[in-house]
């Protein structure tokens, strides 16, 4: 492990400008030290921030200079600490020179590693590159940046440079900002070094690589245009999802005094005869069987061994076809690149040549790979040109997999144009159609394409990570909300919508939705419910009729909260005993219940039926003698409102008399009845804030 | 909701429920095959694959015999009976002269096709005049119709199931157009009378009747004779009908072993466009790799079902637990929990819709953005009318303006972005090649994107890249190797369909395992075509020059003798280090587990054993070499 350790050096500019961004640079940086703590826990890292009005470096104290330069962190082992220390960046007050950062950096890595861990050195930097970078004492700038890119590269290290340009580009900074660009651009020419501009803050999250994957070929060989012309390739994964952790299953069975107690847990498994249970086959006894229409026709492994196809490894070219042909929704997997063996030179020009025709007669290549030895199938795939912009970056091809015959299903769908009238849209519906497809733009001209899969992070990872972080504090920690950058992912971004509200209005009012009166009521779900009648009315008859339902639909045994009769649902599933788990169940369920009404509200249309859900779920605490349950959720209710600008349904609560359960009600209460209707009192002054 | 502790650590491509929805198969057929054995289908011969005259009875026996072993593959719950009528010997339940229906022990006269049943009739040819004969039955002096007789069995086997859930089929193989020929006057008319009429109320019952005509060298079969009208043929139909019937024959042989999928849809979501205003959308899986069936574990002495128990057990006690409520992860030396419900709530980014979030040009999807195979969605008015108009309305703006949607699909297992490419229908002749609708491709995050370009970036200078020249070869190479009709379907899965005749080879207890034909391979012969070997050869001297090939040997010889050096270094001081121990006796001793890893390798090693695994597993490889 400790073999691939790490070194990293975080340069975060602070200065003034950078205020507005520090918080999602202080998220993104503590998430990578959490991925680290939790993935690569002999990484080490050190923290240097610059713009601050103090300075504290080595540099300064031996050599003088270095200014405003303050090295929060010297490098140590990834901990908890580091967590902290990136989550409290402090706010500087001057502007900072980028290059005194990075040569205070490059300082820090080589007093600490020498020539060791070649490679493994980096720097990265986090800077909105506004100011300019002072005069060297001889040369120019640029003299001075070779200078250091140079050292940087005789020592084996990296840079990526993050440059965030937010959306308010000053003109008069205009002649600095290209300076600057043409300055870390050096670095570029120069080292392994990466620079990515982004403007929102939702791409800076994406932007910095919070998790280092030290990437694997999956194939290093010939590239077979025919038998006698190859070309030597290696193949590496372009794309591979990061997935959720895996999280170990928790044992609480050892006693709490051992110290040295794994918690885990195994497991276990036992073939057992289908006719007679209490027979075990061990598992060498076992045989596979497939189905052969009725019957099920063992075949012993090394049945299957002697017989399988085993095709030799190889990739070998079928044949060039116009790009057209392949229609994007046939690629199946994730994504392979194909570089031509980097200290092959002809190799890297015939790649290039060919990726360049590619591109140029808009052709793409039809591939048979075979990528191991001992594979037991073939692949077939479509290499499409990636012609390098970059220089320095060799030109490649990205390859994707396309099914076989027997993948595809061919399944009949209506025409549209045989579709009846009443459902094709005439031409005012069209143009509307046509507005809203061209409006509601993410990628607008000669600014950042929003959303960019390159720039855009896993908000689930960023949110398992933040409360993991919370709960290594208090081990009973909230699921923390997603917070508004993250939430530009999944939900659209109110500054288009707001932009484009009158396309979208006139969108609304072109198409008209009506629920199929065919359906029976049980099934509807997709409309909002318009409840009828006055709302206090409806909830007494609620009352009055779930009273008995509870009886009546207990012997059905509910064991969901549907979506038609939630409250019904609720009361006999809280109602059953037959096991003891019925009531948290159903009160879990009922929780999600309201959430998703009141999230998925349009202008509190849904509000009264959550109102019927809430009051369920109270009165079933009660009788449950389960108050926190319902406290601490009207707590989280009310916090999760906040947060995603529902505070009328806070509102709407308050009016509604809804109260925490109180210490008269419930034994277990902590709220005193005074206390009761402190949630909404409070709710006043921070809704109006 | 409801919430399945599973269900939060899984994936989506293994839900239950989509495992429900693939394995379905498509809604069953009952067919029946009459295949005609009267003395002509053996006399009249035609010339088979190989040159050799083959009687028009085997054609039709063999052609069967190769369809049904494809159909119990791709559609295992179809039910079939075969039917040989104008025999010497009779075996219906109706006791009907000249009919004879073919079968097996242990089975239906219309049922599954099992194993058994596919190996007999491999063979029936063999024992055929002995244990049915052939005997045309349609002669004058009798009243006997063995034609009629044979609708009326075929009816009679496919009474069973509803013709609502099952598609009824009779497949009549013949070479006689004209039945009745050898009859005359009234009893002829009568004949041709009453046979229609059977046919026509077979088809009054949902059973659809299709005539597999044989035709003779040098007399086409004529179907306006007896079957135009038995058949419902007119006009157009019946000009098409002779050479249709001869390309089903070949499409009947050369069927491609397949499973069939029943149309359904995998779920039904809904698609918010705007705050308030959403519709309704099915999705499907048209396109997903095909595995190689389910494997059931059998005890491999009684060949019985398995099934497997899981149980949990506590690593520190040992003890058994439920399914445990938490799940922890190490954090800073700690155990931080979470439960499931917390879980759950981590991933609850979004409500579980799908939400539009813009638009972009359709440039500006990428080749690598992809990570799973995509999910076509169709318009549903079936709960929101309304849902199909919209959808055509903005899939006609998408394609016109050569964008795509980008959206947030927050399902459970992975809340993700998607992309939504409109897709116009393609028709051809045969039918629908690309239905009309979306297609949902998964985007990836940041996360799932390596950077591998630059990982070998030039920091000496510029990386070479290729000259004009190079490319104008190029370019006239890719003109010369060019698969101008390529489809992305038209290669089957050698690995799947070798898969396939394995398991029939042993279920039919063929002798010889088959020869699968791998149609993925390089057409090696067109491209020794001199056109394309001149392109190719121009493009290789244009890019490695003349003699580049000794070059290359170099290199690779290079790079192959340091690693091979390194090894023969490696296994020489091995063999030297080993000869010091006394194997034997620290093998009977027990001491090998006092010796190091590395200890041990100098055995392995100078034994050429592997020399992988842990200790444990090198020392029972150590003595396993020494047969102890």
Partial sequence: MARNKEGLILLVDVGPTMHSVLPEIQKVCSLLIQKKLVYSKYDEVGVVVFGTEDTKNDLTKEVGGYEHVTVLQPIKVVDGDLVDVMQQLPRGTVPGDFMDAIVVGMDMLIKKYQETIKGKKRICLITNAMYPIKDPYEGTKEDQVYTIAE????????????????????????????????????????????????????????????????????????????????????????????????????????????????????????YKSVQDPSKVVPPEQRIKGYRYGPQVIPISSAELEAVKFRPEKSVKLLGFTNASNIMRHYYMKDVNIFIADPGNKKAI??????????????????????????????????????????????DSFYFNVLPFAEDIREFQFPSFSNLPASVQPNSEQQEAADKLVMMLDLAPAGKEEALRPDFTPNPVLERFYHHLELKSKHPDAAVPPLDATLKRITEPDPEVISQNKLVIDEFRRCFDLKENPKLKKSTRRLLRDRTSGSFGGEVVKNEGRSTDLVTSTSTVKVETIGDSTPVPDFEAMISRRDSPEWVSKAIFGMKNKVFDLVENSYEGDTYPKALECLVALRRGCVIEQEPKQFNNFLHHLYRFCQEKDLSSFCEFLASKDITLITKTEAEDSEIAEGDARSLFVKAEPNSSK | MDMDPDDVFRDEEDDPENDLYQERQASKELLVYLVD?????????????????????????????????????????????????????????????????FNVAEREHLDNLTARFIREFDCVEESFNKLIGSEYGIVSGSRDNSLYNAFWVAQALLRKGSAKTADKRILLLTNEDDPFGNIKGVTKLDMARTTLQRAKDAQDLGISIELLPLSRPNEEFNVSLCYADLIGLDGDDLAQFMPLAGERFEDMKKQLRKRMFKKRKVRRITFMIASGLSIELNTYALIRPTAPGTITWLDSVTNLPLKAERSFICADTGALVQEPPKRFQIYKNEEIKFSTEELSEIKRVSTGSLRLLGFKPLSCLKDYHNLRPSTFVSPSDEEVMGSTCIFIALHRSMIRLKRFAVAFYGSSARPQLVGLVAQDEIVDAGGQLEPPGMHMIYLPYSEDIRLIEELHSETTGNMPSATEDQIQKATALMKRVDLRDFSVCQFANPALQSHYAVVQALALDEDEMPEINDETLPDEEGMARPGIAKALEEFKVSVYGENYDEENENTAQGKANAASKKRKVASEDALVKCAYYDWPKLADDGKLKDLTVQELKYYVTAHKLPVAGKKEALISRILTHMGK
């Fill in chain 1, 349 to 394: 020009i015939a790649v290039s040549a060919l990726a360049r025709a590619m591109k140029e007669m808009n052709k793409v290549a039809i591939l048979r790979c075979v990528w191991r030895q001992g594979q037991t199938n073939v692949v077939i795939g479509v290499l499409t040109p990636n012609v390098s912009e970059n220089d320095n970056i060799a």
């Fill in chain 1, 151 to 270: 050292q940087m590269a005789a020592h084996g290290m990296k840079i990526d440079c993050i440059v965030f340009k937010g959306n308010q580009i000053h003109d008069t900074h205009d002649s600095i900002i290209k300076e600057n660009d043409m300055l870390l651009s050096i670095f570029s020419k120069k080292t392994k070094a990466k620079a990515v501009r982004v403007e929102s803050s939702t791409s800076l999250l994406g932007a910095l690589r919070t998790r280092n994957i030290s990437p694997v070929t999956i194939y290093r060989g010939d590239l077979e245009l025919s038998s006698t012309f190859k070309i030597k390739v290696w193949v590496y994964k372009k794309t591979s999802e990061e997935k959720f952790p895996t999280l170990k299953k928790y044992s609480d069975k050892a006693p709490s005094t051992d110290k040295f107690a794994t918690h885990e847990i195994k497991i276990d498994y036992e």
């Fill in chain 2, 37 to 101: 054995a009267s003395p002509k289908m053996f006399n009249i011969t035609c010339p088979g694959e190989d040159q050799k005259n083959e009687s028009h009875f085997h054609v039709a026996v063999s052609c069967i015999a190769q369809f049904i072993k494809v159909q119990i593959i791709n559609r295992p719950y179809d039910e079939i009976a075969i039917c040989f009528f104008n025999t010497r010997e009779k075996k219906n339940l109706q006791d009907l002269n000249g009919v004879y229906v």
